[in-house]
């Protein structure tokens, strides 16, 4: 198997945000396709995959800089005789430049975003030291992964980079088909939290103290809610996520058919059991991961234009309906009347973003 290695400065483990379970399931598949070693933070916890992780890096930002954590690396990058080092977000790739000259590695960055687009969308004043930054560290790599086409033709066309350096590598899904046991799905969760299983099962969910994830749920309390009472429509809204402030709380608990379920740990099994799941987002940048989780649960989808970056519609059919910004009451209108639409996602979606086939093309780029 090809021996390779990669870099993740942060915390993964386990998988708290939809980008470390990005990161999480990509190692996971990457590692059954080759012989992988994960130089991470010594506050992950154990893995979930077949590689090695060697804890190297400290447990705060000083990790971006850790000189120590760098020596570590360089000496099992050159014990294990590893020549491909992948480091995942441009961050930490002053380190792979460093590392490449002194053991001749190849050096993949692997991008989840235009970082500097999205810290610019949601209102760091840092923005245009990031890019200058990201940009150096792009143009130095031997090769690129990134997730969407859209992030990959920005590079093409604003950087002027060589489109033979850049692969897409999109989030992936682990299931190959239309999950059989969603019904079932749905009544066990309905049974938990006593709903009504005739109601529309609505679900959100992610890292709720990220800004874009907060607006999602202010716009969920003033605009979603409130048209959907005034149409009488018979749903459930079940919202789950570490971080909501307790006024954000304190307000949805007015409401009488929404349940805040906080952090949970299965959430596979949620968005299975969600008839409907929404996706109110209106800044951020890169692919929303939680909707490709959705999507491939077979639920029906309703998105912003900015929360939709990134995925193929050819491949989602009525499964994914795309709103503009800021246009809530289409974005109600479309809640409405996907609660009648019972087709299946293509498989076509399910060969696109399933993690073995991803992976396997990685491998075989390496």
Not at 267 to 275: C, L, P, Q, S
Not at 291 to 296: C, F, S, T
């Given at each position: 198997?090809?021996?390779?290695?990669?870099?993740?400065?942060?915390?993964?483990?386990?998988?708290?945000s939809g980008g470390q379970k990005y990161i999480t399931t990509f190692l996971k598949?990457?590692?059954?396709?080759?012989?992988?070693?994960?130089?991470?933070?010594?506050?992950?916890?154990?893995?979930?995959?077949?590689?090695?992780?060697?804890?190297?890096?400290?447990?705060?930002?000083?990790?971006?800089?850790?000189?120590?954590?760098?020596?570590?690396?360089?000496?099992?990058?050159?014990?294990?005789?590893?020549?491909?080092?992948?480091?995942?977000?441009?961050?930490?790739?002053?380190?792979?430049?460093?590392?490449?000259?002194?053991?001749?590695?190849?050096?993949?960055?692997?991008?989840?975003?235009?970082?500097?687009?999205?810290?610019?969308?949601?209102?760091?004043?840092?923005?245009?030291?990031?890019?200058?930054?990201?940009?150096?560290?792009?143009?130095?790599?031997?090769?690129?992964?990134?997730?969407?086409?859209?992030?990959?033709?920005?590079?093409?066309?604003?950087?002027?980079?060589?489109?033979?350096?850049?692969?897409?590598?999109?989030?992936?899904?682990?299931?190959?088909?239309?999950?059989?046991?969603?019904?079932?799905?749905?009544?066990?969760?309905?049974?938990?939290?006593?709903?009504?299983?005739?109601?529309?099962?609505?679900?959100?969910?992610?890292?709720?103290?990220?800004?874009?994830?907060?607006?999602?749920?202010?716009?969920?309390?003033?605009?979603?809610?409130?048209?959907?009472?005034?149409?009488?429509?018979?749903?459930?809204?079940?919202?789950?996520?570490?971080?909501?402030?307790?006024?954000?709380?304190?307000?949805?608990?007015?409401?009488?058919?929404?349940?805040?379920?906080?952090?949970?740990?299965?959430?596979?099994?949620?968005?299975?059991?969600?008839?409907?799941?929404?996706?109110?987002?209106?800044?951020?940048?890169?692919?929303?991961?939680?909707?490709?989780?959705?999507?491939?649960?077979?639920?029906?989808?309703?998105?912003?234009?900015?929360?939709?970056?990134?995925?193929?519609?050819?491949?989602?059919?009525?499964?994914?309906?795309?709103?503009?910004?800021?246009?809530?009451?289409?974005?109600?209108?479309?809640?409405?009347?996907?609660?009648?639409?019972?087709?299946?996602?293509?498989?076509?979606?399910?060969?696109?973003?399933?993690?073995?086939?991803?992976?396997?093309?990685?491998?075989?780029?390496?």
């Open positions: 198997m090809k021996k390779i290695a990669t870099i993740v400065s942060y915390k993964y483990l386990p998988a708290e598949y990457l590692g059954e396709q080759t012989d992988l070693v994960v130089f991470g933070t010594k506050n992950n916890s154990d893995i979930k995959g077949k590689y090695t992780l060697e804890k190297c890096f400290s447990n705060n930002p000083l990790s971006y800089i850790d000189i120590v954590g760098l020596i570590k690396t360089y000496r099992l990058l050159k014990r294990n005789k590893i020549n491909t080092l992948i480091i995942e977000h441009p961050y930490i790739g002053w380190m792979g430049i460093l590392l490449r000259e002194l053991l001749d590695l190849k050096i993949i960055i692997h991008t989840h975003n235009i970082e500097y687009e999205r810290f610019k969308s949601i209102g760091k004043w840092w923005w245009p030291m990031l890019k200058f930054y990201e940009e150096w560290i792009l143009r130095k790599a031997n090769h690129i992964l990134c997730i969407t086409e859209e992030d990959r033709d920005w590079m093409i066309n604003s950087m002027n980079l060589d489109e033979s350096m850049i692969s897409i590598c999109p989030y992936g899904i682990e299931n190959s088909d239309v999950p059989n046991d969603k019904k079932e799905a749905k009544e066990k969760i309905c049974k938990k939290y006593f709903i009504e299983p005739s109601k529309q099962l609505i679900f959100f969910n992610g890292l709720l103290s990220y800004k874009p994830n907060q607006e999602g749920i202010e716009s969920i309390i003033n605009n979603i809610l409130p048209l959907l009472d005034k149409n009488h429509f018979n749903y459930h809204l079940i919202i789950a996520g570490k971080g909501l402030s307790k006024d954000l709380a304190d307000t949805l608990s007015a409401f009488k058919h929404v349940s805040y379920v906080g952090f949970i740990e299965e959430i596979e099994e949620y968005t299975k059991a969600a008839d409907i799941f929404i996706n109110p987002i209106l800044s951020g940048g890169g692919v929303k991961t939680k909707l490709i989780e959705a999507l491939a649960m077979n639920c029906n989808c309703i998105s912003t234009k900015t929360g939709a970056i990134g995925i193929d519609n050819k491949t989602c059919g009525d499964k994914l309906r795309i709103v503009q910004d800021d246009n809530w009451v289409g974005f109600t209108q479309n809640i409405i009347e996907s609660s009648t639409t019972h087709s299946n996602i293509s498989e076509d979606f399910y060969k696109k973003y399933n993690w073995k086939s991803i992976t396997q093309k990685i491998s075989d780029l390496i």
